[in-house]
Each structure stands twice: as structure tokens, then as C-alpha cells.
């Protein structure tokens, strides 16, 4: 299968082209590499040391033997992406390319108008170059689990059948996100469902969990192909954010109680959740939405396993209460529903001891390379400005 | 009460800026003239003949003895609106300053993201100038009663409650927006929500239905006050556009079977409902919904009340069914509530006789001013790009 990955030179998206192309499809990458450029602006970078797309590609040539074609340039330049879409002709575009920090959205005004901006317009011109091109071409979109918020109802995929006054309709699950970045994937799911029912467009919308892990059967076959792992509090989720402190005798820093419960799932599913969806396309009219995770967790619960799984290693770990940065309920309901991927095929990757080992082990292998002061929060949902270009404390977060 | 009204040079922006003028409260207009524009972008004018802002002002205060204040800018300029709400400092600001047109957003993909990004960014600035000088100003912002779409059960006032697998919630009214413009709707109010959540502001989502009317108790103090009245196919709203068409002997362009239902209301009414919301802020933290129309009518049965009315003046008018331009039902449930507002006091102008008496002889008075060609739809849902730049057939649409 012809598959077009937006985003393909970050986390989520590399492992992705890497796996598609093993697994026999024709992968094109589009990337501007504005997400190396916020590592820049963030004063930030990955534990892991990746190398350039370039060289990445070569590498993978060599080891793979196939080829990825790679195409730079932005997709809110619609003359870039149309001539694109001309040229490579997917059959399916799996889109990772959207800003995807939380906190990077809520650092100011600027960051919340430029997160929405580039993903709004960026997926706007992606659904027309769809329809001027090929309206075959099937969206696999890569939404997020937070655009549910945190509902005292069990969340359903996308849909919940609602009864009023004697009434029934099917309609799309209310949306309560909470962050810039998340309204902008729930902007975006707006805008796709209805390109889908006006343009007959193929849309699969996968509300993903937080991902964890930077390891796939893919990545391991050269060091050069390595996966970023952001651990930093802007771009770090929390669990690979967590592997990193205990790696480094910092205190795993909860927010508030940590009562905060997510779905989770491992990288490996992340890549196998998209080729699924590839192999199964939405029919023409269709915005199905998956939610792809694997397990639920609280915050606290991810803080124990990763204290138990330092402790075999040798490392004695600290739990901190941090205030939380965060605008949300410290505990909550929450029970959502995941079976569609599932009924694919999916075999998850379920949360291990092994797998927390070798996250730590990758932290304590690249250890030099972790800057503590980008551990702690220092954006708050309550700002509407958040000065992150101030000098940070070295006395409090010295690097190692 | 210090009032700013955004977008105070366009159609519901001028009548309600002299309505709360009138009332006495000290009122600032902001706009930046794009309605204008976009006028001559279209080749379209208002049938009415409307004059400079600046003179429509010295007028206001020759007549009224009232001073109306103006600030010309563009509040997707965040300098500006922020200079803005520091010099004038309102107790709430009543936000139209947005791109209002569904056709218009659905003309091609510029228009599409021109109205997404303009519509969210100017919303996103405003919570933000609003969060940074005065938390505590009101905002009252223009929602459509387009969000919601055409659901199979009733439509309630922003909010339903959900019970779901034995549990309950109050959540967000699932929304199924018809056009690139009612998504833009979507999208701020999502972001208005969110922001009264995590920064205490507090705002009144007014979900209008379709206006009609020009005139108000105001406008017709001079000639020189007269409001704009669009009726050609891109910002004529349906009854204006049926009014003026039966005024020129043009039949009714009716869109498919014409059995669309909406909420309607009298252009008198918008600006009470606004004083109302104004004079009864909604509390810090809260963002309240109000549907804000005042009758519910198939447009087919707009078409036969107007054609009544036509011919107890004498016009002989007849309904033409065209192919529905648009992507949406022609016949379904539709039974929205509206309650909120009359129980803080509004007192509803039901569509009249009288009314329809007035509107088309408005449209008798200005018919030299009629371009027929600009009735007929050219705008199709269906198309991702729609070429309005083409020179009109004037055999079959030519100006009187």
C-alpha cells in the first residue's frame, strides 16, 4: 500500500514509517522539521541522540534495504502539499503532523494561536488536497483521548447514542479538552466529519492515549535509527518522563494528588494500531474514531510502577506532589472504551516490568545527556503568560 | 454600562451599538470595515445604502445628542485589541467582529481557512485581551444556532444532560455544524468554554438563529442611520433575500424541497437580547448558553408567508425550487429550545404581516439598487472549489 506519513520525522511518526515499510508498504515521509526547531526554542532535546531525517533514511536503507522517500516542507503551505499529493498519490495519509504539547499551547497567547493555527489550517488543507485529488484516499488522523476530557459518563469511540424526551440520535460524544492543543484536535475532528459527510471523504480519526517507550523491532536494527524520548516537561509524557527521573535519582514528579487517570499504550501498538487502520479503510462518507490505548492508569499508579521497577535496578526513587500546573480534576470517573482496534487485531503491548527496565535502562545509557532543570513545570494552565525564557535556577535543577 | 461592540459597522453590530447607545449605556465600536470589503470582493452591495461609519456616528450624535465611540482595527491584531481594551476598559464586550457568511466560507479553501483562522484567532485574542486587563469583563459572544445542526432530538440551551451505562452528566450539546463558518462557531465556543474553566471568565454564548429585518426603533431616526440588508446569495439571509426578491418580481429561490427548519428572529429582537445578556452577566467561571431566536420556520414556509404578503401589495410571486446548493437535510426533526433569554425579560416581535408589509417595501424603495444575478446560488457545498470570479450570464440574471 502507498502510505504518506505527515510528521514522519517525529516520535510517534518515524516509528510508524520505519514499521509500514518493513511491513512491505511504499512510505513517503513529509516533514518541515519544526519540531526539532521547538527543541531549540524550548532549550530542550531528545535523551536519545537522533540523527538527521536524511541520514536516518540512508541508514535504514542499508539495514532494510527500502526505501522512504522523504518530502520537506510544511503542510499549511497548500502549494507544497497539493504538488505532494500529485506526485507520491497515497492511498492513505496517516497525519502526525500537528503540534502535540499540551503545555507548549498553554505557555502563551502566541503558542495557543500558533498550535491552533498550524493544526486547524494544517488539516484543512490536507482534507482539500484529499478532495482535489483523490477523494478515494483514506485520512488516517491521529487524534488524542483528551479531546473526551474527563466525563462522569463511560466514553464511547467518537459516537454515544443519546436518548431525550423520547428521542434517539447517534451523535458525536461531547468534547471537554483541556488545553489549546487539545481544542485544536477537537477543531480538527469537527472539520474532518463534515469534509467526510459534504465530500464523501475516508476518514479514521484515532483518539490516541499517551504513548510510552522509544524502542521498536524497527529502531533496534542500527543505533542511527534510534527514536527520539522527550522527557522534558513540555514535550515528556509522563511515564517516559518518569523512567528518565528515576534513572537519575530525581523525584518522580506527580501533579496533585495523581489521581489524573488516562489510557496509556506502548509505542509498538502505536505503530501497529495505524497499519491496522491503513489495511482497513473507513468506507467513503465515513469518520469512524478509534480510541487507541491500551490500558488505563492514574498518575500515581505510573509513579509506584516505575519506583518498583527502579528499586530491581538498584535506584532508590522519590515520589514528589507537585502543585498542579494543570487545570483538572485530581480524581475523577473515568472509564473509556477502546474493543474497535481490538476487533482488528490488535494484540496489545500491556504495561511490564521488562518494558518499564528497559526504559529505565535507555535513561541511565544516555544519562549525560538529561538537563533536570527541564523536569519541573513551569508552565501553569492559570497564566495566560508563562515565561519560559527566564534563566532557570541552577542551584534548584543543575544539570548533571 | 460600558459596553464594546466588536464588529459594530455590520448588520447586527450597528443596530444593536445604537439600541444600547440609546439606552444609555457609553458604548465603543470596533471594526475594521472587512464586511465592506468583502462586498466589493463579491460585486455585491447592501440594498440599503449605508454610509461611512464616521458619518453614521456624527449622525447618531446630531440626532441623538449620544456619543459613539470608534476604534477602526482588526482584533486578529492583538496589539491593537489590546490597546483597545486598556483605553477603553468595558464592562463587556459584545463580539460580532467575525466572518459570518456560510457560503462565503464554503467559496473555496482560502475562504475556508480565511474564516477558520480569522473567526478563531480574533475569539482566541479576545479571551486573552480579556484575561490580561480585566478578567471580570463580560463577554458576549455570537454563537449560531447552526452548531448544533439538524439533530434527531431536542436541542438544548448548550448543554444536555447525559445518562449513560447508569451514570449521569450535564456535558456540552454534541454539535454537527453545516459549513466551514458554523465550524469556526464550534471551534470558539469549545475555546470560550474552555477558558471560562480554567481562567474564571465569564461569557454568554448567544446561539442566534436567522435575523431579518433592517430597521429598528434607531435607524429610523435618519436616513443616514439606515442598516445594511444584504440579499444576494452569499450574506443575504433567507427571509431578507425573499423580501427583496418578491419586491423586484424575481421568484423565491428555494433550496431543494425547502422543508430546512430554523430558529428565526426580528433583528429588534437581537439587540434586546443582547441588553439582556449584558445587563445579566453570567458569573465568574461560567460560560452560559442562550438560543437566542424566537420562531421556528421551514423555508418553504418563509417563501409562502412572503408570498402572501407579496400579493396584498400586489406583487404576483413565485417559488422556485433549486437544487439545494448546500449538504444538509430537507426535511427532519427540529424542535430547539429557546426559554433562557424570555425569562430574563425578552418580549419576542413574532413574524408579522406588518413586518413582511414593511421588509418588502424597503425593498420596492431601494429596487433600482437590485442586481438580480446575485440571488442565485453559486456557492455548492459539494465542490471544493467554487469560481465566483467567472462574469455572471446576464441574459439570464441581469440588474434592473
Known amino acids: 500500500m502507498k502510505i504518506a506519513v505527515l510528521g514522519g520525522d517525529g516520535y510517534c511518526g518515524w516509528a510508524t514509517a520505519l514499521y509500514l515499510s518493513k511491513k512491505g508498504h511504499e512510505v513517503a515521509i513529509v516533514d518541515n522539521f519544526v519540531r526539532r ?108 483521548m483528551g479531546e473526551y476530557g474527563t466525563p462522569n459518563i463511560d466514553i464511547e469511540e467518537g459516537y454515544i447514542e443519546i436518548e431525550h424526551n423520547g428521542r434517539k440520535d447517534m451523535l458525536p460524544f461531547p468534547k471537554q479538552p483541556g488545553s489549546f492543543y487539545h481544542l485544536s484536535k477537537v477543531h480538527d475532528s469537527h472539520n474532518m466529519m463534515f469534509t467526510c459527510r459534504i465530500w464523501k471523504l475516508r476518514a479514521t480519526d484515532l483518539n490516541q492515549g499517551v504513548v510510552y517507550g522509544t524502542v521498536t523491532d524497527e529502531t533496534l536494527l542500527d543505533e542511527g535509527l534510534i527514536n527520539r524520548l522527550d522527557y522534558d516537561e513540555v514535550f515528556g509524557t509522563v511515564l517516559n518522563r518518569f523512567c528518565v527521573q528515576a534513572a537519575v535519582g530525581h523525584p518522580l514528579t506527580v501533579y496533585g494528588k495523581g489521581g489524573q487517570t488516562r489510557g496509556f499504550l506502548d509505542i509498538r501498538d502505536t505503530v501497529r494500531c495505524i497499519e491496522l487502520a491503513c489495511l482497513n479503510p473507513a468506507n467513503p462518507g465515513e469518520c ?20 518498583t521497577a527502579a528499586k530491581k535496578l538498584g535506584l532508590k526513587t522519590e515520589i514528589d506532589h507537585l502543585p498542579d500546573p494543570r487545570v483538572e480534576m485530581e480524581s475523577h470517573y473515568y472509564n473509556a472504551k477502546h474493543s474497535k482496534l481490538v476487533d482488528l487485531g490488535l494484540q496489545p503491548h500491556l504495561l511490564s516490568d521488562s518494558l518499564l527496565d528497559s526504559l529505565v535502562n535507555i535513561a541511565i545509557e544516555y544519562r549525560e545527556r538529561v538537563d533536570q532543570s527541564l523536569f519541573l513545570p513551569r508552565v501553569n494552565w492559570r497564566n495566560a503568560t508563562n515565561e519560559r525564557r527566564k534563566p532557570v535556577n541552577t542551584a534548584a535543577g543543575a544539570s548533571v
Not at 55 to 76: A, P, Q
Not at 87 to 115: C, G, K, L, N, W
Not at 292 to 300: A, D, G, I, R, Y
Open 37 to 144: 526547531l521547538w527543541d531549540h526554542e524550548l532549550g530542550a532535546q531528545t535523551l536519545t541522540p537522533i540523527l538527521p531525517l536524511s541520514d536516518r533514511l540512508r541508514i535504514w536503507k542499508d539495514r532494510s534495504g527500502k526505501n522512504i522517500e522523504s518530502f520537506v516542507g510544511d503542510i499549511t503551505d497548500y502549494q507544497f502539499l497539493d504538488a505532494f499529493m500529485k506526485e507520491f498519490a497515497p492511498e492513505a495519509v496517516v497525519h502526525f503532523a500537528e503540534q502535540r504539547s499540551a503545555p507548549y499551547s498553554m505557555i502563551d497567547r502566541q503558542h495557543a494561536v500558533a498550535t491552533q493555527v498550524n493544526n486547524v489550517v494544517g488539516t484543512l488543507n490536507l482534507l482539500f488536497a484529499i478532495r482535489e485529488n483523490n477523494p478515494n484516499c483514506h485520512i488516517v488522523k491521529l487524534g488524542t
Open 288 to 307: 469512524r474514531v478509534y480510541n487507541q490505548f491500551t490500558e488505563q492508569f492514574s498518575v500515581l499508579d505510573l509513579a509506584k510502577l516505575v519506583q
